[in-house]
């Protein structure tokens, strides 16, 4: 940090970094947090799935023994040993078949590791191996491990249950039982016990869960664990600590931190636990504990280097003596007198200094816009006389000699059309529009200066709308201005055109490649789209001949002669030729081409000199044809302008000739009311038929009956609609039927007309 550490440009630095170093930092956290939820997701997932099928095949297995038990129940020896309390004669022949039908049902039962059957009055067992007397039962408790006697398997009140012998140890065995009493529904006559080691159970669960990591163990209500070696009273596992299936519970096992679900049985009150290492899945994202620390370490080391040096680089001049101050040991804030001598001392001498630099500021803005307004009238070759200008234009040549070392020069105008469909026309208000065309020509000088002048020296203005750019001449110019073009054309939507001058090697010269670059800007706003958008002055066609004034007099002529006879479709015929013929697509011919569109314009205003009938008078009104023409700035837009003022005099025409209006009104109604049928029957369709333009015979049409063409075609389909959906056709159907393109257009103009939907209005009048 240094000695600039207690400066406010260090602080202000300083902020600044560690907000920008904070920005990467909160992403990574933000990271580790997904990651860290992510993963748990994947863990439950991993977990769900093979609980899932953990719990099937545990549940499957319970409902076999019970099967078993229910299938026992019924075998006859088994009853005759219930109702015979004396086992002699026959009856020692049922206990044998009797053992044998037990072992035939472990046998076919791998995952059943014993059964038997157990009398509580007389205190007999039987066994698939052998029978125990009242007396030995004991002996085979021993054997299998019940420390409590045989009957400590039982709840005498319980019709069935389980008991577990062994829990939490790899020796886990679960005796199942089921009871049947005598009629008394007190006294028990006989069990039928099932045993299940929970190794045999362990193994299958691994071949088909494939579980390759963690424990799987049981639980049930008395907190009793089926499983791996776990000691429960070591964990904070309890049947009620696991309430919610589909949740993650964190638990620590033997000082190990695990991840834990589970799936409640569907067959007894067991809950089938997974738990899985947390550092098995974690590992690798906590290494981004490690990243964050060490972009913390790193935020704050880089942000003080860079806090320290640009405060140096930048500090003020006020911050500058009062460290000095500081270093030599004057405390400007300390008190004498009760007073503090220098308390607004340095916020005083900052705020001067900051005046001056923003008063700096505003010269150089000046500076910049006189010497853009220099520029412009050099170009211009306006003030040629003045002074500053002569001393202006000789620093600007010398600097050009410097700069490009006599290697040419051209200047480039550039332009835009289609600024209303571009994406800087965001249809705001008025003086937002101003602002929107100024930030396009902000880009455009911005952009092109970029691309075009790059690294080397240049000069960019604006003049006459358009940026000018003065650039020296290289091989590869017209490529640069291509990818200008085609940069606003892609991202801004913006149609640019680019007119070049010719090349110049005399640095005095910047007037004439001024104006050779604005005569091929006309050019280009002449002819629009009819040439390239990147138009050179030298780019001229040669060869062709000139255009003929004979010829473009003898079409004036004509035009003449068909207005005076009323033949309005004649003179526009000879416009088109005329506009064909007499226009020449050459720079050198650009001032005769103006010339004579001027000469187009004259005589399209002309027509209406001397009419006779009023209302083609007030149809010149109506036009507002001195505007329309005179805003046209290509030949393409003189041409439609001109096409739709002669379809407005021509209509205006025949509507006071056609005395057979009434009729063509009866036969277009018909002619609708025959075809409505068709699909693609439209007003373009319809004037064709009838052999009539389109503005005409949609006003002719609604001045007869108060719509237009379009609205009575479809009441006509809306009507033929309602029939059908009175006869039970589909909307689908209906909507064919009756001419629409498909059924949403149906549906959109159905309820327009009648407010409501065909759905709807099936429905009300079925």
């Known amino acids: 940090m240094g000695k600039w550490g207690k400066s406010k440009t260090y602080v202000e630095y300083l902020k600044s970094y560690l907000i920008v170093f904070a920005v990467p930092l909160v992403l990574t956290i933000f990271g580790y947090s997904y990651s860290n939820h992510m993963v748990r997701e994947e863990v439950l997932g991993y977990q769900t799935s093979i609980l899932r099928r953990t719990q099937e095949i545990g549940d499957q297995v319970i409902y076999n023994h019970k099967l078993s038990k229910s299938a026992l129940a019924n075998d006859k020896q088994l009853k005759s040993l219930m109702r015979d309390r004396n086992w002699t004669g026959e009856l020692m022949y049922d206990i044998v078949n009797l053992k044998d039908n037990l072992a035939g049902i472990v046998n076919s039962n791998s995952l059943m590791s014993d059964i038997h059957v157990y009398f509580p009055k007389s205190g007999d067992l039987i066994t698939p191996k052998r029978r125990y007397s009242s007396g030995y039962t004991h002996i085979y408790a021993k054997e299998v491990g019940l420390e409590g006697g045989y009957t400590s398997i039982f709840t005498r009140n319980k019709a069935s249950g389980y008991y577990i012998l062994n829990p939490g140890t790899d020796k886990t065995m679960v005796f199942t039982y089921q009871n049947y009493y005598a009629r008394n529904y007190r006294d028990i006559e006989a069990s039928i016990v099932t045993v299940l080691k929970w190794s045999d159970i362990e193994s299958l669960i691994s071949e088909k869960t494939a579980a390759d990591n963690g424990i799987i163990f049981l639980i049930n209500e008395k907190d009793q664990v089926i499983g791996n070696e776990i000691d429960i009273k070591k964990t904070p596992f309890t049947y009620s600590f696991f309430e919610n299936e589909g949740t993650l519970y964190n638990a620590d096992i033997a000082g190990k931190n695990y991840i834990c679900s589970f799936v409640s049985s569907t067959m007894s009150d067991f809950k089938y636990v997974m ?274 004034a004979s010829k473009y007099a003898e079409h004036i002529k004509k035009i003449n002669n068909c207005v005076a006879t009323k033949n309005y479709n004649g003179a526009r015929q000879i416009l088109e030729v005329m506009m064909d013929e007499c226009f020449k697509k050459d720079i050198s011919y650009m001032k005769l081409n103006q010339c004579q569109a001027s000469g187009i314009i004259s005589i399209v205003m002309g027509m209406f000199e001397g009419m006779e009938n009023e209302q083609l008078e007030s149809l010149y009104t109506k036009l507002d044809l001195p505007n329309r023409l005179l805003q046209t700035k290509s030949i393409n837009q003189l041409r439609c302008e001109i096409d739709v003022i002669f379809d407005e005099i021509i209509q205006e025409y025949e509507e006071q000739t056609a005395f057979e209006a009434p009729k063509i009104i009866t036969d277009i109604k018909e002619y609708i009311e025959k075809n409505y049928a068709d699909s693609n029957l439209s007003i373009g369709a319809i004037a064709e038929e009838f052999d009539l333009t389109l503005t005409y015979i949609g006003r002719i049409f609604k001045k007869y009956t108060g719509m237009g063409i379009l609205e009575y075609l479809h009441l006509v389909r809306v009507e033929k609609c309602k029939e059908l959906l009175d006869e039970g056709e589909a909307v689908k159907d209906a909507a064919e039927k009756a001419g629409f393109f498909d059924s949403k257009a149906m549906i959109r103009i159905f309820r327009k007309i009648e407010g409501i939907t065909p759905g709807q209005y099936k429905k009300r009048n079925s």
């Open 275 to 548: 738990c899985v290492p947390k550092n098995e899945y974690y590992k690798k994202n906590n290494y981004l504990l490690y990243v964050i620390a060490l972009e913390l370490f790193l935020s704050i080391i880089i942000g003080t280097l860079l806090a320290s040096y640009f405060a140096k680089k930048t500090s003020s001049p006020i911050e500058k003596i009062f460290l000095k101050m500081n270093q030599n040991g004057i405390d400007y804030n300390e008190e004498r007198a009760g007073k503090t001598v220098f308390s607004k001392l340095e916020n005083v001498m900052s705020d001067v200094l900051n005046d001056y630099q923003r008063m700096e500021d505003q010269l150089k803005e000046h500076n910049k816009a006189l010497n853009e307004r220099m520029l412009v009238s050099l170009l211009n070759d306006r003030r040629r006389d003045d002074k500053m200008v002569i001393e202006y234009k000789n620093e600007l040549v010398k600097k050009m000699e410097e700069a490009w070392s006599n290697q040419g020069f051209r200047i480039i105008a550039v332009g835009f059309t289609g600024y209303e469909e571009s994406s800087f026309n965001t249809e705001d208000e008025e003086n937002n529009q101003d602002n929107n065309l100024n930030l396009v020509y902000f880009s455009i000088k911005n952009i092109f200066s970029e691309i075009v002048i790059g690294y080397s020296w240049g000069l960019t203005t604006e003049s006459d709308n358009a940026v000018i750019l003065i650039t020296k001449d290289c091989p590869d110019l017209k490529e640069k201005i291509k990818t200008g073009i085609e940069f606003f054309k892609i991202y801004f939507k913006l149609d640019v055109y680019a007119a070049v001058s010719a090349r110049h090697e005399d640095y005095n010269e910047l007037p004439e490649s001024y104006e050779e670059a604005m005569e091929t800007a006309n050019f280009k706003t002449f002819w629009d789209d009819a040439v390239d958008d990147i138009v050179v002055y030298e780019s001229r066609c040669e060869g062709e001949d000139a255009p003929s």
